[in-house]
């Protein structure tokens, strides 16, 4: 089975399921499904498909250029002469030309587009990992964002209880105006931290929507869950073996070696313009002024042409022959003078666009080790980072349940443990932040290493 029948295959499974889920509610999508519907649904992937399948098509039916050239021509010519005899003459011709030799050009421009071609499908495939980096990136940002929400949603409950208590004690005299009104401060921070919240988790579902191809209308309902305990992939010792793989997986290097090679082939063939190109032609008709046509002829040449740029040349030698018996033999040569005095710059030009094009390739090469690298030092220092905030996280946990002790003792202010609860919340949010900041980097790198979203910590364990 094809991969692109395999892949619509599950499109339509995936639409069939979220059909049924629509009739019962929101539709309800787990992360492979939202990647394949982001592929299904990108314009610029659709397109994509349909110029590699019609460039294939086009490779398959370039095969064509090897074969004989058939052609076939019929004239008529019919004439009045005042005082001679008219003609009638009537004249069918066949004529097939092969090409038998022309230095290999053709058959490296062959191989030349077998390559591109597969450039281009490459091509493809990576734009394809993009689309669903990019759906996988914001369907985690939507997951991680619902826990912010709910983390936000519970502070804004707990600081409006606390708001209330606070009121009455005021009322009673045990605490000052001042210390009610820094919680109700707290209060206004925690709900305009929910409605941006909100807000952005709103604009997030709706890009994801749009993304997938669905309609404005439908209801989302996401299935996964964030993991803040999930502290990344350990990269130690694993960086020059990365490297070698982004080098191999990277498109524009490969770009740029096919274009070396193209270079390279095209000033072999400038600097072997002594070797001729070989072609055969036959040409046969059939003659005469009234059907049937009786006059046979027919012919034999060879053509040999030599492509120098200053001084292009050509020689061809034939033979013919007819029914009542003529034979023949001709030869022509031709000689073009100073076509174009300056080619031999050609040549050093394209020695000169080789070496740029050498300089160029390194050049690559060394951006993308420099860029792997600091793509990996900032992986782990995103990775120290969750990890400092997951110790921020346990402290606030510990000072909120210190302050929680001591407020029922009468030792802290309530306003004191408002500020405690407010600051174990904003710790639990940034280590989502941290965990999704992971995530975002990891597929930075599964895309340098043209592996699939969400493969990096497999990939890192199959090759200890």
Known sequence: MSFHLKTALAVMAALLALGRAQADGPLTLDIETAKRLAAAASPELRQGE???????????????????????????????????????????????????????????????SAIQLSMARKDLDRKRREV????????????????????????????????????????????????????QTKVLEAELDLKKAAQELDDQYFELGRMLGLDEGDELLLEGDADPGYAGVDLSGQLERLG??????SDQLEQARLEVESLRAQLSFSERTWIPDVSLSLDCSLSGERLPLNGFNYGLSLSLSFPDPSFPSSLDIGGRGSSLGERGLSESAKVELFRNPAAFLDVASAKLAIQYKLEALDTGRQSLLKGLQRLALRYENERTVRSL????????????????KRLDLGQVTRKDYVVAESELAQARIELFSAWLTIRATEWELESALGIGSGALETYVKGNP
């Open 244 to 249: 070698v793989d982004v080098l191999r997986a």
């Open 132 to 183: 669903e980096y990019q759906a996988a990136n914001l369907f985690y940002a939507i997951v991680a964002g619902e826990r912010k929400l709910a983390i936000t949603r519970d502070l804004v409950e707990l600081s409006r209880a606390q708001e209330g208590i606070a009121a009455k004690e005021y009322s009673m005299g045990k605490i000052t105006e001042v210390d009610l009104i820094e919680i």
């Open 389 to 404: 905030t997951q110790r921020k996280l346990e402290l606030a946990q510990k000072k909120r349940d210190i302050a929680l």
């Open 50 to 112: 349909l110029d590699a399948r019609v460039a294939a098509e086009q490779w398959t039916w370039g095969v064509r250029a090897f074969l004989p050239t058939l052609s076939v021509s019929a004239s008529g010519d019919e004439s009045v002469a005042t005082g001679g005899p008219d003609s009638m003459s009537k004249r069918f011709s066949l004529s097939l030309s092969q090409l038998v030799f022309d230095g290999g050009k053709l058959s490296y421009q062959r191989r030349l």
